[in-house]
């Protein structure tokens, strides 16, 4: 089928301006460093907005210093949204997050220079604090705290503070909310930051929701004693049995085959001394899927054999509960869509679910949500080497124009089809 009938974007101009942007925080070593709230991130966003007002978007800062720049439907009902963030970790690259805003606004000149009118009205988002706090898509949500003490920043600043200073407003945080009447879906185009496209030679990842996340601290107590007197069979050993979760976490996660994974990443041990028989232990477990009931099945698979290790090193183990992110998956119909505009332009595909965090994850807490990804070469991201190829990037945007396209029709027929 001849690519020629389907709109693209400009893709010189995506891709120029991915470079342009990372001039905001940019280091000697070619890493950005464009961290939340920082005068980088203001310059940035600044750029941002001319951009957006260029494109014929009307701007506007909800509560929680989301900048939000909007075209008229030809219809006043609920907004069809696309966008991402623009901050970056501390020697971050230059397409996590950017690459979806600066997609959302050229999907919008697009719009303007064939002098289409899309039927819903169209939002592009910059979502705030994305690297650390997530206070942009969770007030959008609905899901941050309104209280400022619940929230730790990194660097320790006061979050009400930092919201206030990029042109929020702390005490109005609750209006930041939205509802699927104001807007019916959000699709994020972001880099895959992983290799799994790249392996697979795939061009554009369906993503079929956003993992959910579930954080546990075990401690394990035994009886710390003389590394030379005490009998093996005398010993209440605690990394002995530290050593049997982290196997035993390892083996449920892999049988059978699946996708969930799940990761014992720190180990804290007491005395620590060479001559000591370690008499506690304190384990992170962090396990994450698509699927809740997955997660809860490893969980309580493990609590099973860990009652067991327990017994068999005479410990006493326990697991308590430290963070719980539910999944969030990405709706049918735009899979589908997304599939379909894929195909349509030419693209190869892969499903697949998202590891990492996204703002499409709270906002898939209240609308319909879809996520494209795009191959991260060498799977390298939140580092200054992170790399995605033009052409990828365009073909990228290209998928979300026509996704957006496609969804304009869907939500019409669906509003005809309601009584
Ligand atoms: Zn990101």
Known sequence: MPLQQYLQINGQRLNQRLQELA?????????????AFSPADAQGRHQ?????QQAGLETRLDPAGNLIGRLPGQLSGPALATGSH???????GKFDGVLGVLAGIEVASTLRDSALVLTHPYEVIVFTDEEDTMIGSRAMAGTAPLDAAAYRRKDGSPIDDCVNQVGGCWSQLALARRSREQICAFVELHVEQGGVLETAARQIGVVQGVVGMQRYQITITGRPNH?????????QDALVAAAQV??????????PPGQRVATVGALQVWPNAANIVPGRVQASLDVRDLDQGVID????????????????????IDIVPQLQVAPSPAADHIQKIIARASADLGLSIMAMPSRAGHDALEMGRFTDMGMIFVPSQ????????????????????????????????YYSLEQMRQP
């Open 378 to 409: 060498g799977g390298v991201s939140h580092s200054e080497v992170e790399y995605t190829p033009p052409e990828a990037c365009t073909q990228g945007a290209n998928v979300l124009l026509e996704t957006l396209l496609q969804l304009d029709r």
């Open 227 to 235: 590394a030379g007197t005490t009998p093996m069979d005398l010993r």
């Open 246 to 255: 982290v196997l035993a976490v390892n083996r449920l996660a892999t049988c």
């Open 48 to 52: 941002v907005q001319q951009w957006m």
């Open 297 to 316: 099945h490893l969980v309580q698979s493990l609590s099973l054999e860990i009652a067991a290790i327990a017994e068999a090193t005479h410990t006493s």
């Open 23 to 35: 001039r905001f925080g940019q280091a000697a070593d070619g890493g950005v460093s464009r961290l």
């Open 86 to 92: 623009l901050d970056t970790v501390p020697g971050g």
